[in-house]
């Protein structure tokens, strides 16, 4: 899925490891990256400071997801972690 298919104006991120979490409007995000931006090269950017992120090889990687996506019932319900 691409930015651009992001059902919301509000897109959210959270991390249930770190407790970190945003909202963005999605105009703002689709200035900044463009509207062709696959949505797990979107999450890699929003934490691209997150130490889980930094840490490629570690075992406890960034678990930054996109909760709208399962609130809002999408049918296509995406999480991704990074491994």
Known sequence: MKLRDYP???VQFSC???LRSGRYKKSRL???YTA???LPDL???IASDCERMLNKA???PCSI???GLLEGGSSNLM???YI
Request: contains cysteine.
């Open 36 to 38: 062709d931006i696959p």
């Open 58 to 60: 570690g075992t406890d």
């Open 43 to 45: 999450r890699n950017h």
């Open 79 to 81: 999480i991704w972690r």
């Open 8 to 10: 919301f104006e509000m």
């Open 30 to 32: 689709i200035e900044k």
């Open 65 to 67: 997801s996109y909760p």
């Open 16 to 18: 249930a490891k770190c």
